[in-house]
Nanobody
Framework: QVQVVESGGGSVQTGGSLTLSCTAS????????MGWFRQAPGKEREGVAR??????YLADSVKARFTISRDNAKNTFDLRMPVLKPEDSGFYYC??????????????????WGQGTQVIVSS
């Protein structure tokens, strides 16, 4: 069964840190496009970061602050957020396109989605 599940969300103050993890099953993330997206209240879902064999890409809004990594042995995909701001608040989703390289943040190109994990950053 193909599935991605997020974990690691929580509530922190401005400047705090969180690391989100995406655990994949039913496929190998090293040969997939893995993406992190987020959605704040009243806003559209936006791409945060993605990685595949084609390389790593982070959105301009987070590239100076966030990093992503893959642990192929554990089949996990992490989003490290060491310095959070209130505007980072929202639900974060892991998404995947199996057996593919990433090609942008178009929602329709990601075929599997996790349930989301909430990040709250208080000022």
């Amino acid at each position: 069964q193909v599935q991605v599940v997020e974990s690691g969300g929580g509530s922190v103050q401005t400047g705090g840190s969180l690391t989100l993890s995406c655990t994949a099953s039913g496929f190998t993330i090293s040969r997939a496009c893995m993406g992190w997206f987020r959605q704040a209240p009243g806003k559209e879902r936006e791409g945060v970061a993605r990685v595949s064999e084609a390389g790593v890409y982070l959105a301009d809004s987070v590239k100076a602050r966030f990093t992503i990594s893959r642990d192929n042995a554990k089949n996990t995909f992490d989003l490290r957020m060491p310095v959070l701001k209130p505007e980072d608040s929202g639900f974060y989703y892991c998404a995947a396109r199996v057996g593919a390289v990433c090609d942008g943040f178009r929602i329709s190109t990601y075929e599997y989605w996790g349930q989301g994990t909430q990040v709250i950053v208080s000022s």
